[in-house]
């Protein structure tokens, strides 16, 4: 997201590139003389939840796993590892929705980010407005946070993120880590130092800003977030279109986005015959429109979609109407 500002990252710059070939499969000890010792879980019940992740591709084991009350504790375990002869890689995990083992730490430490919802101060949701009126609003959000717990926070004060991921059941570092690509990126943009704890932004320290938006957790750890937010809308006007022909289907998506002041949301996604029946992006169809999809993909092997939104409320839902009925008609 172009106008969030990422108020406080724990960084592990340069512990990757100091770590180097071991026989050695502990922790060290002196880990373990540390006031975090007692957040830190060695035993197997904690570890066989952490070496995987939703990609299912890669599996990595750690030594141990953080569960941390504090930010302070992430900077703690970054700093020992960095100071250490024998650093050992360290790994965020949220709801571990990576697909290539980012969320993972092989005879390391995999900190728990969801930990953070529990304590006082560095968790937590609150929502206020810049002291500038033309500004709006934000949200200072933890980044164990989920979306779905910013969302609901935001909507009592009338408010939403104005760009945030499909699924919502994710925390807020990760996705931003990641990037957070959503259907308001083409509007928005995507939501996107030695174990030293400090604040980033597009104003202060621009290079890590930029190094942590997008970077899959290999540059730092994302522990709190300034998420822009708009007024939350009352009601969205929700249209699918279906295409067999990618050629067709990416030049509509290029029109529609290159149209200023227009659609809310719009994102494009593929249906292939490997889908489960049950496919939550065809839910919003009928059952009988289901089986007419189901059909076309076995004719074509797969076939592409567009969803489009558009926000709107009692005043101008004949509007809305028309300028759908105009994008339509440009396709």
């Known amino acids: ?14 512990i990757i590139g100091k770590l180097s070939p071991s026989t050695s499969i502990s922790l060290p000890r002196e880990l373990l003389t540390l006031y975090i010792c007692n957040k830190l879980r060695l035993d197997n019940n904690a570890i066989e939840l952490a ?8 599996q990595e084991t750690p030594l141990g796993v953080l569960y941390p009350s504090l930010v302070d504790d992430i900077a703690t375990q970054l700093k020992f590892s960095y100071d250490s002869p024998n650093p050992f890689s360290i790994a965020a995990r949220g709801r571990s929705h990576s697909i290539r083992g980012q969320a993972m730490a092989h005879n390391g430490v995999v900190v728990q980010m969801t930990s953070l919802k529990h304590c006082s101060y560095d968790s937590g949701i609150r929502v206020f407005r810049y002291p500038s009126s ?13 979306w779905i717990d910013v969302l609901l926070a935001t909507l009592e004060h009338g408010r939403a993120p104005v760009s945030w991921t499909d699924y919502l059941h994710l925390t807020v570092g990760g996705t931003l880590s990641n990037a ?9 943009g995507p939501q996107i130092r030695k174990g030293e704890l400090f604040t980033c932004s597009k104003h202060i320290n621009l290079e890590s800003f930029y190094a942590v938006l997008g970077g899959r957790g290999q540059f730092g750890i994302i522990t ?12 969205v ?6 295409y067999h022909d990618f050629s067709s289907f990416t030049r509509d998506q290029e029109h529609l986005i290159s149209i200023n002041g227009g659609l809310d949301y719009l994102e494009g996604f593929v249906v ?4 489960p029946p049950n496919n939550l992006r065809l839910s919003f169809f009928s059952p009988s ?6 059909s076309l993909v076995d004719k074509h092997g797969v076939i592409y979609c567009l969803e489009v939104i558009t926000y709107y409320d009692d005043l101008t839902i004949d509007a809305v109407e028309k300028v759908h009925h105009f994008f339509l008609v440009l396709l």
């Not at 006007?237 to 279906?242: G, N, Y």
């Not at 292939?272 to 889908?275: D, G, S």
């Not at 429109?289 to 189901?294: A, P, R």
């Open 1 to 14: 997201m172009a106008d969030i500002v990422f108020l406080i990252v724990s960084c592990l710059t340069f």
């Open 51 to 58: 070496p995987r992740d939703y990609g299912k591709l890669v």
């Open 134 to 146: 033309l500004l709006g609003f934000y949200a200072d959000v933890g980044g164990g946070e989920l």
């Open 180 to 188: 957070g690509i959503s259907g308001q990126a083409f509007v928005y």
């Open 224 to 235: 709190r977030a300034r998420v822009a937010l708009g007024k939350a809308p009352n009601r």
């Open 237 to 242: 006007k929700w249209v699918k279109m279906l």
């Open 272 to 275: 292939a015959n490997q889908n």
């Open 289 to 294: 429109d289901q089986l007419k999809i189901n």
